[in-house]
């Protein structure tokens, strides 16, 4: 029983390897940096979604420039990621 065990334990193992070195190898590229007309896409920290920077609103926090998709995204990142009293 134990001997299966280990077995089942050394092939979830491999399988971990095996799908780790395929993702790290192949990657999920980001979408494309600028839209058709060649606007400039920017990120959203929040919630991880690609946006064109004219409609994306933008705000300062921890001294960077940080681009969200809605006001609530915004507001989220601001409570787990400010600094208590260091919102500039």
Known sequence: MIRLLLWLLFGFLAYRL???CKQSLHGSAPPSRATDNGEEMVHDPQC???LPRSTALQDRIDGQTRFFCSENCRQHYRQT???QGDRS
């Open 81 to 83: 990621h400010t600094k």
């Open 48 to 50: 991880g979604s690609y």
């Open 18 to 20: 095996f799908r780790y």
